[in-house]
């Protein structure tokens, strides 16, 4: 019997599948037991207008069998079969698979973006990399005939009549030999195949059976001191067939979902939040998702992988879909389950693909709506899940050049130095006095530090409230929103904070004397600082130290550790207060002790980087100068 060619261009596909696509082979499993169930799908379907098919839909299975002596592999569904024309046209073209039409539906421009070897799928043809010989039995309803499809790889393939007596398909894999890199013997063992169904095919709606060989205590030994066992085989549903996504809400508890959680993403805390949500329109699918409680132990390292797990119908297609997840979101888990995304999508056609988008989309709105209604509703859920996570939406906003900041700032918190707790902007203004010009803010190492800062004495005498800041990114984070409801964010350090006392004009007399210490102290200190001037905002301190341009000098911490080359410097102005009792003391020894004088300068100066939280270049000296003055 002659063989017949694989038609045009499918050689040297098949070829290049077989070889090059896919370096994980576990997946043919999943192709062949998909198609398996689609072929169910359509008799199942059939025999609800048709009373000859005689099976009911309990009736419907795939069956799965190993034979180690021939290294058989066998999938077997009571399907709708295929006849001698669908075997032709199915399994003699491989470009007539799902994938290759997707791609064919696609506009020029994208066709050639997309590297040719990426754009197949699996299928059928996913069988040749585990399987050196191929077999396909099969009868479709409504007809007498059986067919046999073999094939051996690229060279092509044959059909011939056979004997079958049930409707259905058996596909017979004999596997490859070993190599020294790849055991093929594995798709022979029962653990292994029962892994790969319960994670790639575990929501199939049929039954996947398997006779899984097992042991026991032999009867006649049982009470016996020695008791001796004995293989025997028994029948077993490999898979769970009911996604839990796909049951509606009401059926499941919140103990099943938390369970369901737990051991699917490996946590041992339960999910702070179960999302679930079901789609309908342009695109359908239903997602089930978590907001873990406790921050993953690797969620800041590259271990930790964004994504949630993509399923078509049921069957798991991806682990960790990227694309569907905005990277502020990243700390989402969970699965999204459609019947729109093509089951042989491939990760290099994800990125542009129009459901995968459109899913991502809504998600990432329902999320935020879950987020905003937790923050209303559960203000104790919601701390617990900001002190998790917060810091993960504050990168959100300082992204992509602030793209989110509008969708993400009213689930921001910041501490309250008034109210001592956490707070959303919102809240902020909400209880803005009403000569109360702009939203403060300080930052500093701890909220301990920060409240001792000296330039808060003005603001706290005007009962402003100040948002005090500790995490690095806080600062750019208020660098990229700006202001919030047309409320200016401004920086405790900023030069005009629109305080009553800022605008209060001082006398000839007091200018004239605030001149004379400014000249004093810029001349002592020269370089050291950029600049020395009045200060408007100090009461009871007498030095300032703030920073000049549009580095602060918690982004001058920040860039020193992440590139200690750089020398990124915050432009430092020593603000003074001219009536402070210390400031008057130094000018007072300048015509009785310069030196003294000079000593108090520099003194001051150190205080003030200490106050700021900057090191000092030089404790030794300090320590010396301190010792000087105490004489
Ligand atoms: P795809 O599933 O993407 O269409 P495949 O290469 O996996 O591509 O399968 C090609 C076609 O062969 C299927 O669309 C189906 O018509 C047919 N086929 C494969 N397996 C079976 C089966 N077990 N029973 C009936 N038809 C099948």
């Not at 800022?502 to 001349?523: A, L, M």
């Amino acid at each position: 019997m002659a063989k017949k060619q694989f038609k045009s261009e499918s050689k040297r596909l098949l070829d290049l599948m077989i070889n090059s696509i896919y370096t994980n082979k576990d997946i043919f499993l999943r192709e062949i037991i998909s198609n398996a169930s689609d072929a169910i799908d359509k008799l199942c379907f059939k025999s609800l207008t048709d009373n000859n098919v005689g099976l009911d839909r309990s009736d419907f299975k795939i069956e799965v069998s190993a034979n180690k002596d021939t290294r058989t592999l066998t999938v077997s569904d009571n399907g709708i079969g295929m006849d001698k024309e669908d075997l032709e046209n199915n399994l003699g073209v491989i470009a007539s698979s799902g994938s290759y039409k997707f791609k064919q539906e696609m506009g020029e421009k994208d066709k050639e973006d997309i590297d040719i070897i990426g754009q197949f799928g699996v299928g059928f043809y996913s069988a040749f990399m585990v399987a050196k010989d191929i077999t396909v039995i099969t009868k479709k309803y409504g007809s007498e005939q059986a067919y046999k499809w073999h094939s051996t790889g690229a060279d092509g393939y044959t059909i011939t009549e056979c004997d079958k007596d049930a409707v259905g398909t058996d596909i017979i894999m004999i596997l490859k030999d070993n190599t020294e890199e790849e055991s093929y013997d594995q798709y022979l063992e029962q653990y292994k195949l029962s892994a790969l169904i319960k994670k790639y095919s575990d929501y199939i709606r049929y039954p996947i059976e398997m006779e899984m060989k097992k042991s026991r205590i032999k009867e006649e030994t049982k009470d016996s001191e020695k008791p001796e066992y004995e293989d025997y085989f028994e029948k077993e549903t490999l898979n769970s067939m009911v996604p839990l996504w796909q049951k509606p809400k009401k059926d499941v508890t919140d103990e099943e979902y938390n369970q369901f959680y737990m051991e699917k993403f490996m946590d041992y805390n339960e999910p702070l939040k179960v999302i679930s949500t079901s789609v309908e329109g342009v695109v359908t699918y239903k997602a089930l998702l978590f907001i873990p409680s406790k921050t993953p132990y690797n969620y800041f390292t590259k271990e930790y992988k964004k994504g949630l797990q993509l399923y078509s119908s049921g069957v798991l297609i991806m682990d960790n879909c990227e694309e569907l997840l905005p990277e502020h979101f990243r700390f989402v888990k969970g699965v999204v389950d459609s019947p729109d995304v093509s089951l042989n999508i491939s990760r290099e056609m994800l990125q542009q693909d129009r459901v995968v988008k459109q899913m991502a989309k809504t998600l990432e709105k329902k999320i935020k709506n879950e987020l905003s209604s937790m923050l209303k509703k559960d203000r104790e859920s919601y701390e617990k899940f900001y002190s998790a996570f917060g810091i993960q939406l504050k990168y959100g906003c300082v992204a992509d050049y602030g793209m989110n900041k509008g969708e993400l700032q009213d689930l921001l918190m910041f501490y309250s130095g008034k109210e001592k707790k956490n707070i959303t902007l919102k809240e902020y203004v909400d209880n803005m006095k009403e000569n109360q010009k702009y939203i403060y803010f300080a930052t500093g190492e701890s909220v301990d530090a920060i409240d001792r800062l000296p330039v808060l004495e003005l603001l706290k005498d005007n009962d402003f409230d100040i948002l005090y800041l500790t995490d690095e990114v806080d600062e750019f984070c208020m660098q990229s929103l700006m202001a919030y409801n047309e409320k200016e964010l401004r920086s405790v350090l900023n030069d005009d904070l629109g305080l009553p006392e800022e605008n209060k004009e001082e006398t000839e007399e007091e200018k004239s004397q605030s001149e004379g210490v400014v000249n004093f102290i810029k001349e002592t200190l020269g370089e050291q600082v950029s600049d020395v001037v009045v200060s408007k905002k100090l009461k009871s301190y007498p030095v300032v130290l703030t920073a000049k341009g549009g580095v602060s000098f918690e982004m001058e911490k920040y860039f020193a550790q992440v590139n200690p080359e750089g020398g990124v410097k915050a432009q430092r102005v020593l603000e003074i207060n001219p009536n402070h009792e210390t400031i008057k003391a130094m000018m007072s020894y300048i015509d009785t002790d310069m030196e003294k004088a000079k000593s108090y300068c520099q003194l001051l100066l150190c205080q003030a980087q200490l106050m700021a939280g900057l090191d000092l270049d030089n404790t030794a000296q300090y320590s010396e100068l301190v010792l000087s003055l105490m004489k």
